[in-house]
C-alpha cells in the first residue's frame, strides 16, 4: 500500500559500522553478566568447601574445589574474550574517526582543486600587476593633489604658465595695503590663510 502519509522514508543513518559496534557491545555486555554469575558461584563453592571440610567430607570439598578451579579457568577466558571485544569497538571507532578525517581531507582537497582551476598563476600574477599599476598612479594622483610636486615638475608648471601668459598682458590682483587686525587677547594661535576657508 505504500507509505500511508505520502512521505518516503528517509534513509537510515546507521552504518553497518555501527551495527557491529552495537552487536560487539551486546556480546561485551552478556560475558559480563556471565562472570558476575561465575564469581557469585566461585564464592558459594568456596563457603560450601569450607562447610564440607568441617563437616569432614574432605572428598567432597576436594571434588567442589576441582570443579571451582575449572570455573576459574573459564573466568579468565572470559576476561580475555571481554577484553578482545572492547579493543575490537575501539579499533572501529578509531577507524571510523580515520575515515573522516580522510573524507575531510578529500573534500578540502577537491576545494582547493576547484579553486586553483578558478584561479590560475597566469591570473593571479596579471591581477597582481594591474593592482601594482593602480597603486602607483593613485600615489602619483595623491602627490599631485598633496603638492607634492618634483621639482622637474614645478619646472614644467611654471614654464606652461609662462607660455599661457605670453601675448597676454596678465594683471595680477594688488596686494592688501591695510594693516592686519590685532589678534584678540588670549588667542595665541595664528591662523593661515588655509585654515580660515576651511572654517
Known sequence: MGNVFGRQARPSR???QDRAILQL???RDKLKQYRKKIKLQLE????LAKQLLKDGKREQALLLLKK???QDQLLD???IQIDNLERMVQDIEVAQIEIKVIESLK?????LKQMHEVMSLVEVERILEDTKEAIEYQKQIDDLLAGCLKEEDEDAVVAE???LTQGEDTALPELPTDPQPAVPEGQTE???EREMLAA
Open 25 to 27: 557491545k551486546q556480546q
Open 44 to 47: 558459594r563453592e568456596r563457603r
Open 14 to 16: 546507521v552504518t553497518d
Open 107 to 111: 573534500d578540502g582537497n577537491d576545494c
Open 77 to 79: 577466558k572470559t576476561d
Open 190 to 192: 595664528i591662523k593661515t
Open 68 to 70: 571451582k578451579r575449572y
Open 161 to 163: 604658465l609662462e607660455t
